[in-house]
């Protein structure tokens, strides 16, 4: 199982000196409202720009010093295609500085511009090496008021797998491994609607502390009413064994008065691995929540968090976070992102995974990568599958319930779906 060549270009160690006369004042008009009064826009041809709030250095530093404080931008992503169209050609990192508030005004920019800075990356063998391009402080504006911005700019490889589903996952379909114009099966699924489907298989030993695993399977599922539950997707290898699974353990149902999933009341997947050499016994790996958000725009909210050894209550976030209900998005693991939760934790480290989402509605084969370093074996990769078509799945899951899903869905239950 080969990898495809990633290549991740990082900007960090950002901060920034200001001469004391363009200083902006801590709680002046049109400053952020955070204590950082500026911020810097990255842009890469081609790529989405990022924006990353700047911590301000004192003047009085030696310039040869690194930031007394300093931030991170995301970074961009770049995939073998990009790269090769890239290859031996000049490409250039362009990061502007504002001072004020960010974001836009009736179209305008609402900060001020203090200057701009170049920096020249090549791209030629970063998939196989290491590459720095830029490590210091950097002139942004002429004599005698010079202003001075602090970035590390650094390219190092992020090989990935990358796989697809062969069609919507409540289909069943077969999951490719993805390796340029190659498509190999690795996988196959089944998707279930069975309204009366059990977590018996669960080990008896296992905590399941105080979060109410029971009631979900006692009292809630013969609670009247609408919801939509029993789904499962098991996934299968190319031997025929199953190596992973995804499961709804709590319902989803709409909020009194309403025909939609709140975040008060969340639906649940549990993602399953094969419990020991039992065939039919599984035991938690993650727990996936979702819902539908309220306000200006209409998302489907998510929180994932790994299940401990201690039971389903102490589990660890490493994703959260809401898309577009209409566009759908990229469910994202991730750390090197601003404000991650995985930050914190230390054995997780990069880029975990990715998956593309399509909006309620429309046709999905969602496409996933895995970092080479959180894959052993199929096995490990046949997690981040399950737990791709939890996300996918849960889109359907939050649809409005004045709305009816596919017949994958209803299993001879249609007044569930209606």
């Not at 700019?153 to 490719?176: I, L, N, T």
Request: proline residues 7%; contains cysteine.
């Amino acid at each position: 199982m080969d990898p495809c060549p990633f290549v991740r270009l990082i900007i960090e160690s950002l901060a920034l000196k200001l001469p004391t006369a363009t200083k902006p004042a801590g709680s002046g008009s049109g400053v952020h409202p955070c204590s950082t009064p500026c911020y810097a826009k990255l842009k890469l041809k081609n790529f989405p720009s990022q924006t990353a709030i700047l911590p301000l250095c004192s003047t009085s530093q030696d310039p040869s010093s690194p930031p007394e404080s300093s931030a991170s931008a995301a970074g961009f992503h770049l995939d073998a295609v990009t790269l090769r169209r890239l290859s031996g050609k000049p490409v250039t990192l362009k990061v502007s500085v504002f001072t004020g508030r960010m974001g836009r005004t009736c179209g305008v920019t609402s900060g001020k511009l203090l200057g701009s800075v170049q920096v020249n990356v090549n791209l030629n063998g970063t998939h196989s090496k290491s590459s720095v391009f830029q490590n210091g402080w950097m002139k942004l504006g002429g004599e005698p008021a010079v202003a001075m911005l602090h970035m590390a700019v650094r390219a190092e490889p992020d090989p990935r797998f990358v796989f697809q589903f062969g069609g919507e996952p409540e289909c069943s379909p077969v999951v490719f491994q993805i390796q340029g114009n190659i498509r190999q099966p690795v996988f196959s699924c089944k998707f279930s609607a069975d309204r009366n489907n059990r977590t018996r298989s669960l080990p008896t030993d296992f905590n399941l502390g105080n979060r109410g695993w029971m009631r979900t399977f006692s009292a809630e599922r013969d609670r009247p009413g609408r919801e939509r539950k029993g789904w499962m997707i098991i996934i299968y290898d190319l031997s025929g064994s199953a190596v992973a699974a995804a499961s709804v353990i709590t319902p989803f149902v709409p909020s009194p008065g309403s025909d939609r999933v709140s975040r008060s009341n969340p639906g649940a997947w549990l993602i399953l691995q094969p419990n020991g050499s039992c065939v039919s016994s599984w035991k938690p790996w993650g727990r996936l929540e979702a819902w539908r958000e309220r306000g200006p725009v209409d998302g489907l909210g998510y929180k994932f968090e790994l299940v401990t050894d201690i039971g389903l209550t102490s589990g660890v976030p490493i994703a959260e976070g809401t898309m577009s209900m209409k566009k759908g998005g990229q469910f994202c693991i991730d750390n090197t992102i601003k404000d991650s939760a995985l930050s914190s934790l230390s054995p997780i480290r990069g880029f975990v995974m990715g998956s593309s989402v399509e909006g309620e509605g429309k046709p999905s084969a969602p496409t996933v990568q895995v970092g080479v370093r959180h894959v052993t074996c199929m096995a490990d990769a046949a997690l981040f599958i399950a737990l791709s078509a939890a996300i996918d799945l849960s889109m359907d899951a939050c649809r409005l319930f004045s709305q009816k899903l596919g017949k994958e869905f209803c299993n001879n239950d249609q007044e569930s779906f209606s």
